[in-house]
């Protein structure tokens, strides 16, 4: 019996609840998990957890042992990744899950950057707007704009994200460039379904806060659709500047109101304090906040051009 291989397979189904999908996070099949976790249990000589058709629970012994045995995982993979960065370097996999909008457009160059600096680390990488316990999804880290889901899991801020308002030059000039806030419930508006504030959106001027209740003609959970929306002259919408910068820079579409702004939120990475690919996933959050520094690109540019102000409302 690998005892170690068995601790970590407890540990999994200890987290997911779920034999099912411990399985699936181990890549092996169902059986292999149920073997693995008799074994445990044959060896400790009590059961670990209750079974039943419709849910997994620890034991009073599982419960007793589930810290130490994930703090022992843990120590595990960080020692061997240390020991094959001594010899040359880390290895295994990392899997991460990321927002759509950050993922298009900016992070094939970062992966390709950290790939050729760690290039025996594989990332699984998943793309979705969803927001996701960590843990639960069986990742090592969510990158997302989004507050953790639990008070267990660690959220490391990395980078603004700024939202503004834009329209193509054409939209406007047929209908008209608002001047105020208010302006906007006079023209067909483009916005993001997902923000925790849903239909309030607050801006602020000048140390004035103006709050309205915004009605969408098109409400996605895409920030690309709404950017393209815009394109077609279709409305006005608002999207994350890291989505819209290209196309503002190049003059394809114009920021309405810039000086009325909002509240930007924050990306981050979230992912449990007791990772089992702790020292690989510290390589690669150290990674992303050298790339962008805490102002990146995109905003960079935008605010040296004059097109968005340098100032930051915190959300």
């Not at 069986?138 to 953790?148: E, H, K, M, R, S």
């Not at 067909?188 to 806060?209: A, I, M, N, V």
Request: charged share 20%; hydrophobic share 40%.
């Amino acid at each position: 019996m690998d005892r170690l291989q068995n601790i970590e397979t407890f540990v999994r189904v200890a987290h997911t609840q779920n034999f099912t999908e411990a399985a699936r996070q181990l890549r092996v099949a169902r059986s292999v998990v149920t073997t693995r976790i008799k074994q445990l249990e044959e060896y400790v000589g009590a059961p670990l957890f209750h079974r039943s058709t419709r849910v997994v629970r620890l034991t009073e012994m599982g419960q007793a042992f589930q810290r130490d045995c994930t703090e022992l995982v843990i120590r595990a993979s960080d020692l061997v990744d240390q020991m094959r960065d001594v010899r040359g370097s880390p290895t295994g996999t990392l899997s991460v899950h990321a927002l759509t909008g950050l993922v298009l457009g900016h992070f094939a160059a970062l992966i390709h950057e950290f790939q050729e600096t760690y290039p025996d680390i594989r990332l699984d990488l998943n793309v979705s707007d969803a927001v996701v316990d960590p843990v639960k999804a069986g990742v090592d880290c969510a990158l997302q704009i989004f507050p953790a889901m639990s008070t267990e899991l660690v959220s490391r801020p990395l980078f603004p994200v700024r939202r503004v308002f834009c329209a193509t030059p054409e939209y406007l000039a047929k209908h008209g460039t608002p001047k105020d806030p208010r302006d906007l419930h006079d023209h067909k508006l483009g916005l993001y379904s997902r923000y925790p504030t849903r239909d309030r959106w607050t801006f602020h001027y000048q140390g004035q806060e103006i709050t309205l209740y915004l009605n969408g003609k098109l409400l996605t959970n895409s920030v690309h659709l709404l950017r393209e929306y815009a394109m077609e002259h279709a409305g006005i919408v608002c999207v994350p500047t890291l989505v819209a910068a290209d196309a503002i820079k190049a003059g394809a579409l114009q920021v309405v109101l810039p000086e009325h702004l909002l509240s930007s939120f924050w990306l981050s990475a979230v992912y449990a304090e007791t990772s089992r690919n702790a020292y690989k996933l510290r390589l690669f959050i150290e990674h992303i906040s050298a790339q962008f520094k805490r102002l990146p690109p995109w905003d960079a540019d935008l605010i040296e051009r004059g097109l968005i102000p340098d100032a930051l409302v915190a959300g």
